[in-house]
């Protein structure tokens, strides 16, 4: 029940930082963001460690930079997939792959599916054609706007696994040498690419809130990993997009088609069912 409620958490913060960062990132480019976002997350951690702990051991350092890349990776990719939209439909599809990808390493390192759990995975591939195949009043996403959301979601279950990796008794050595590094990745693209990052202001609040809250999902999602297994706990924290469709609804008027509804349906029965296990 700990681990349940620990992922449901993860999962609600993080589904508001994808709307923030990618709100945010239709102001600015998508790197000006990132500046903000992935500084503040690393404040944050740094302020928890005297509370929290961290141990800073070789493979601690290995899995949390190796989180870095991936997470830099993952704000990157996401943020833009969720500036250019419509936000109902692509992080469901991002969701729902970087939920496949976990439960397949846990499936591997020993960990079991039930019955729900082998009905929850086809259904999930299921609902990504629907959702990304439907018709809302945001539109139809382009088959850029695809890739990008499928390869945010790789970048995020690769972030995930490697931070389920880490020693389990590292506190959040992993996720202060992961920020640090995907903070490093990023200012270094950001200098290299600073003449096309244009001349808008980012969003500096908006980007600082985004990071804050991708800090609370990764703790919250890594004290979870630690009580319960990775496959469960990955589908359950894959519920975000509820968040992101509900505040894109509620703010940026985005309405959801019949379609998209079914779409939606059945991916919170794939994750139901998933988490069933």
Same mark, same amino acid.
């Given at each position: ?22 709100? +945010? ?42 989180? +870095? ?19 109902? $439909? ?14 397949? $390493? ?21 609902? $990504? $054609?629907?959702?990304?195949? +439907? ?143």
């Amino acid at each position: 029940m700990i681990a349940l409620l620990l992922a449901l958490g993860s999962s609600l913060a993080y589904g508001c930082a994808d709307f923030l960062g990618g709100l +945010g990132s239709r102001k600015a480019h998508v790197l000006r963001t990132v500046m903000i976002a992935a500084p503040a997350s690393l404040a944050v951690e740094l302020l928890l460690w005297p509370f929290l702990g961290a141990s800073f051991d070789a493979r601690t350092l290995a899995w949390g930079a190796a989180s +870095g890349v991936a997470s830099a990776a993952a704000f990157a990719l996401l943020y833009r997939t969720l500036a250019i939209g419509p936000m109902n $439909v692509l992080s469901p599809v991002t969701a729902l792959v970087s939920a496949v990808l976990p439960v397949g $390493v846990g499936l591997l390192q020993g960990e079991h599916l039930g019955t729900a759990g082998v009905i929850g995975l086809p259904l999930a591939l299921a609902a $990504v $054609v629907l959702v990304s195949a +439907g018709h809302g009043a945001g539109g139809r996403p382009s088959r850029t706007a695809l890739l990008l959301a499928f390869g945010a979601g790789a970048a995020i279950a690769l972030q995930l696994i490697f931070l389920h990796q880490a020693p389990s008794g590292s506190g959040v050595g992993p996720l202060i040498v992961g920020r640090a590094v995907s903070s490093l990745v990023t200012l270094t693209a950001a200098g290299l690419m600073y003449r096309r990052l244009g001349a808008e202001r980012p969003a500096y609040a908006m980007s600082a809130a985004a990071g804050v809250l991708d800090s609370v999902a990764n703790l919250l999602f890594l004290l979870a990993v630690r009580s319960g297994d990775l496959a469960v706990v990955a589908v359950i924290t894959a519920l975000y997009p509820a968040g992101t469709v509900l505040l894109a609804r509620g703010v940026l008027a985005e309405r959801i088609g019949r379609g998209q509804l079914v779409g939606l349906g059945t991916a919170a029965a794939a994750v139901s069912l998933l988490a069933l296990t």
